[in-house]
């Protein structure tokens, strides 16, 4: 048996109201990949922060190469060798790769050398990177591999990496594996986050599965099928989604037609020449690396941003100019990726977030002044059939867990019973039972006659729901296709393939 | 060691109890102030607090306390609006100015004219649209040009002060004042004066629009759709994009508001307690407010009972100057020690406090 990095030994932290982690043991050996596997909130994220130094324990202990290890913060956790890659980027957008890497240092050489030291790292790792780019202009791959090369100088003897190819596409996805097969078999020990089993099963020696803060199971990811993987992290035999084949073809829904638009502000995506038919009953998925479109997409068609009229259809009447509420009325409803502050309002009411975008359809207010029992009791329907979790309709949204505001959000916008529905992420950061129970209402509106359009990072989601398959990919659409009729690399070449990336680089 | 807990939700009790307990503290710190330099701490805060309302000569206090407090609330309840949204009118001491101004020179216009039943409505309308117009500048400049209206609305400020010295010595001075500076007094002209509408109370036309603005503003904050809107587009500027909250709309809607309340403001201040368009017009109505809306959290209520306090602390401070010869310093220290108080204790509205005791590794 190999040498053992960390060891952690009944680890236990509790927050108010939740215990985080309970009695957690873990073992990492050196030059090992050791995939933590669990659900949202199942604890990995605090589990990962206590090892980083961001969260200091309630009980418990760790040994770091032998010795006992309780790094205070970050740069203790550092200091010994632990490097950590984070699933949403702290980069600055305005300054370039270099300058990006040197503000994380604490004695940082000067840009020349460190300019040369990040080209060495990234020919050594078959990761190329321009250290003079501005980082806004980076596809969302290019900036992990920031990332990445900024662990990477550190040399660390752990890294740990939290769900890194939720914003890849799978070809991006088989670089990032063999460079960091590459670091394995150097000795480097990885810690991997993700709920992606296939992939675990492609890269790690271990898996350590979380459950509601406890170990539930340890087991080699090789010798074990996914589906049995994903049973021992949910606790009980899942139940995917029922999908109707669609027999006949419904009426023409929405058109867009030459959509173009400018960003909308600094490091956005242009929107060019989007064509597009949705018909009632289809759900239209539309694939995509995060900044490719997507948000500019969504504001085009709720009507945040206004296009020429012409360019938005809405059965045959031109939308394009029209204002968010006008559209709701017509039957165009949305729900934007962000639910903390874009989506909802986080400091309001679940009765005022109901208010929020269904007064013009639902009729909640007359002449301005607002009918409270009836927002309330609309607020009560989506609690009631989404099954959100909270006491009662006058708790803050903010106060909701992640899940349930989701489940919110996309039940406000389907009980006013849209005719058209363009919802981006749905089940981002949503407990697995929770997404089910989201892509079900989508399938049961489409069923219902609306036309959908489902935008997501997240193809398996995309691959069970939708109809017809598009990508996104630098404000562009690609045409849809018969979801049925593709397979995962094509979807991979129509969602831009691998940015610049250069396979010869890499020694496998 | 203290450490600061973020609440899940806001604590109520501590939303409507953070006001109290800061006027508390204040009397506390401020008692402290006082026997710091040599007064009777007790005696002081009495004399501030206490005799304006209850004491000996609160027939003469309390007329001129309600006479303080209007203009405060009046403007304040415009500025909550912008407030709430995000947009921040600083600049209500020139609006104010400004009605003032087109209010005063409307009457002037018709001297020595008796018509009450047209002057004064006219006068009404001249004193908001003046405040309406100066608060456009900065509202036009921000939806056309995204210039900031926190410095736009402040400069023009200076520009008022500068404008209303101007009139008080040129196009508004008294034909027969034998020279000085300011204009005929508005109280000596029955068909332009403000004057008490029931004797010895202290009420005139700026009290009564004053306590309508309260309600008025109560309805719309808690039952209308603009109230709504201000809370949404202040409180998550993207999600009311998404519901459909015009903001260029909402900029110019909350400006005029309060620009129109701050120079109906000026107007019944001129016409009334003042009386008359001068150099050194009685200022600083319009940045008190600034501390009243906060002080009131925004809330119509809260703002009418801030503004009865901010005037309070006006009114006992000069008493307190003059009877017990306390510093005027001091007075001023004592009333920012208020908004200091509010600021901190605020901070238990969205956070709990927990004591913790650092563990030994």
Known sequence: MREILLKLEGLTKAYPGVVANSGVDLAIQKGEVHALLGENGAGKSTLVKTIYGLVAPDAGHMTFEGKPFRPADPRAARAVGIAMVFQHFSLFEALTVVE????????????????????????TYGLPLDPQRIVGDLSAGERQRVEIIR???????????????????????????????????????????????????????????????????????????????????????????????????????????????????????????????????????????????QEELVAALSGEMRVAANMIQLYGQAVGALPPNARRKLGLCAAPEDRNGHAAAPDLSLTENALMTADARMGLSRHGFINRPQARSFASAVIKRFDVRTPSTDILARALSGGNLQKFVIGREILQA????????????????????????ILDLAEAGAAV?????????????????????????????????????QIGLMLGGAHDMEVAHVKA | MLRLERRRQPSNLWRWGAPMAAVVLTMVLGALLFWMIGRDPFLAIKTIFWDPVFGEFAFYYRP?????????????IGLSFGFRAGIWNIGAEGQYIIGAICGASVALAFYPMAARWMIFPLMIMAGILGGVVWAMIPALLRVYFKTNEILVSLMLVYVAEVLVKAFAVGLLRNPEGRGFPGSRNLTQY??????????????????????????????????????????????????????????????????????????????????????????????????????????????????????????LTYIGGDAAQSAMNLPSAAIKVFQGMLLFSLLSVDVLTNYRVRFTWAKGD
């Not at chain 1, 996805?173 to 992939?199: C, D, M, N, P």
């Not at chain 2, 503003?217 to 459909?244: E, K, M, N, W």
């Not at chain 2, 009334?272 to 959290?297: D, E, H, K, M, N």
């Open chain 1, 453 to 489: 359009i489902c935008i997501s990072h997240d193809l398996d989601e995309l691959m069970e729901i939708s109809d017809r398959f598009a990508a996104l990919n630098g404000g562009r659409l690609s045409p849809p296709s018969p979801t049925a009729s593709l397979s995962l690399d």
């Open chain 1, 151 to 293: 662990c990477l100088l550190q040399d660390p003897k752990l890294l740990i990496m939290d769900e890194p190819t939720s914003v890849l596409t799978p070809q991006e996805v088989r670089i990032l594996f063999a460079t960091l097969r590459q670091l394995r078999a150097q000795g480097t020990a990885i810690l991997y986050i993700s709920h992606k089993l296939e992939e675990i099963r492609a890269l790690c020696d271990q898996a350590t599965i979380l459950r509601l803060g406890k170990v539930v199971a340890n087991c080699d990811p090789q010798q074990v099928s996914a589906k049995e993987m994903a049973e021992m992290m949910v606790g009980s035999a899942l139940q995917a989604p029922k999908k109707q084949t669609v027999t006949e073809q419904g009426a023409v829904a929405l058109t867009l037609s030459q959509l173009s638009a400018p960003a909308p502000q600094a490091f956005g995506t242009p929107l060019r020449d989007i064509n597009l038919t949705v018909r009632s009953g289809e759900v239209l998925g539309i694939g995509g690396v995060a900044g490719n479109g």
């Open chain 1, 418 to 441: 849209p005719k058209v529905f363009v919802v981006n992420q749905p089940t981002w950061g949503v407990d697995a039972a929770a997404a089910a129970a989201i892509r079900q209402a």
């Open chain 1, 100 to 123: 990006n890497i040197a503000l994380g240092m604490e004695h940082p050489p000067t840009m020349r050398a460190l300019a040369t030291q990040i080209k060495a790292v990234s020919q």
């Open chain 2, 190 to 311: 029955p068909s332009a004066a403000n004057l008490e509408l029931f004797a010895g109370t202290g009420i005139h036309w700026g009290v009564i629009t004053a306590v309508l603005s309260v309600g008025l503003a109560y309805v719309v904050i808690t039952r209308h759709r603009f109230g709504f809107d201000v809370q949404l587009a202040g409180q998550s500027p993207r999600a009311a994009a998404f519901a459909g909250v015009n903001t260029n709309w909402l900029v110019i809607g909350c400006m005029g508001l309060s620009g129109g309340l701050s120079g109906l403001a000026g107007l019944f201040e001129v016409a009334g307690p003042s009386g008359q368009i001068l150099g050194s017009f009685p200022a600083f109505y319009g940045f008190t407010a600034i501390i009243v809306a906060f002080l009131g959290r925004l809330h119509p209520v809260g703002i009418l009972l801030a503004g009865l306090l901010m005037a």
């Open chain 2, 64 to 76: 001129e306390l309600i006479k303080k407090a209007a203009p405060l609330i009046m403007i304040a």
